[in-house]
């Protein structure tokens, strides 16, 4: 007779506190990413454009809001995958892929198909995202084997 494994229930508490905790690396990756290597560029690439790139309060603001958005699907494609196909590391590698594509390559591919940025520049933007969406799902995979006991 096989024993039935008990598989804790998704709770909204339980997701909620995971994806803030995982928000954190995905904003000081964001950040990183932004002031270090897109910032310089935009400017110099758009400087005919008043105020290009600019960090204010309010935009601050509504940057945290949208890494915050992306670390929850980004938690939520992890934990849909790990139900699904188990806690492999394919499902890691398959949930950052999946929300990478979902924001950063929709929008890096329409950054030079508007000519607001060179094809050649958004390589390196786009794998430092990838890179950051794939330990954002490893960060989601430890903290949900932490709070599932």
């Known amino acids: 007779m096989e024993t039935a494994i008990i598989k804790p229930a998704f ?7 995971i994806s803030l905790l995982t928000s954190i690396w995905v904003n000081v990756s964001e950040i990183f990413r932004y002031f270090v290597i897109v910032r310089p560029k935009l400017q110099h690439y758009l400087s005919m454009v008043p105020n290009i790139a600019s960090i204010d309060l309010k935009i601050f603001s509504i940057w945290g809001i949208w890494d915050t958005l992306l670390t929850m ?5 992890y934990y849909l995958l790990a139900e699904r196909y188990g ?4 499902s890691i590698l398959y949930a ?5 594509a979902f924001f950063f390559l ?8 508007m000519s607001l940025v060179n094809w050649s520049f958004v390589w390196l933007p786009l794998t430092l995202a990838w890179i950051e969406m794939i330990i954002a799902s490893f960060i989601s995979d430890w ?4 709070f599932s006991v």
């Open 11 to 17: 709770t909204i508490k339980k997701f909620i506190f």
């Open 73 to 77: 699907l980004n938690v939520f494609m």
């Open 87 to 90: 806690r492999e590391k394919s």
């Open 96 to 100: 950052g892929t999946l929300s990478w």
């Open 106 to 113: 929709l929008f890096w591919i329409g950054m030079p198909n």
């Open 143 to 146: 903290l949900f084997k932490k």
